[in-house]
T-cell receptor, first 111, second 116 residues
């Protein structure tokens, strides 16, 4: 079945540091890929998405590129802020019917 | 445009009771999905409804059920509650135009269920 593997957390960075959160997936066909973010006590917010190979999703300084050859969708940001502290989830969707999530990566950014 | 609304935000129930959670999707969205989030199991898919029909179901016991109404609002029900049902229950809606999975799901803030 479908699965998503995310980099184990927690991740702690200083403000303005470079962020990478690794994500790889296993799925048949051509899934759409997503990054969601969850702030304490909240639901999930879509951060970015990519629907086909070599697509780059970007939002709020975050980027991720759909790499079919390596089945990866790593999340990057050049300079993190304290306000980026949250849990980040990588997810795939092969049909309109369900998302398959990774285990989540807790990010803490220190001032 | 209003987002996905889940009610109530918090619930405390006793083992053996049943509970009903409600979800109002974004206007115009006909697909509603439910997910359970726990520290141990992460985010797990419960079921998905489209135009009042359940199209997909995750690997949960029959105590978990749901339905969707003609206005796309959805409810999920858990009967005979167990301690392990304590979780954040998230509802998501999406505008399904093509059915190919390229449309994003928008999530509500969730209902925090505590079973004591």
């Amino acid at each position: 079945g479908d699965s998503v593997t995310q980099m184990e957390g927690p991740v702690t960075l200083s403000e303005e540091a470079f962020l990478t959160i690794n994500c790889t997936y296993t799925a048949t066909g051509y899934p759409s890929l997503f990054w969601y973010v969850q702030y304490p006590g909240e639901g999930l917010q879509l951060l970015l998405k990519a629907t086909k190979a070599d697509d780059k999703g970007s939002n709020k300084g975050f980027e991720a590129t759909y790499r079919k050859e390596t089945t990866s969708f790593h999340l990057e940001k050049g300079s993190v802020q304290v306000s980026d502290s949250a849990v980040y989830f990588c997810a795939l969707k092969r049909s309109a019917r369900q998302l398959t999530f990774g285990s989540g990566t807790q990010l803490t950014v220190l001032p | 445009k209003a987002g996905v609304t889940q009610t109530p935000r918090y619930l405390i129930k006793t083992r053996g009771q049943q509970v009903t959670l409600s979800c109002s999707p974004i206007s115009g969205h006909r697909s509603v999905s439910w997910y359970q989030q726990t520290p141990g199991q992460g985010l797990q898919f419960l079921f998905e409804y489209f135009s009042e029909t359940q199209r997909n179901k995750g690997n949960f016991p029959g105590r978990f059920s749901g339905r969707q109404f003609s206005n796309s609002r959805s409810e999920m029900n858990v009967s005979t509650l167990e301690l392990g049902d304590s979780a954040l229950y998230l509802c998501a809606s999406s505008f399904e135009a093509t059915g190919w999975g390229d449309t994003e799901a928008f999530f509500g803030q969730g209902t925090r269920l505590t079973v004591v």
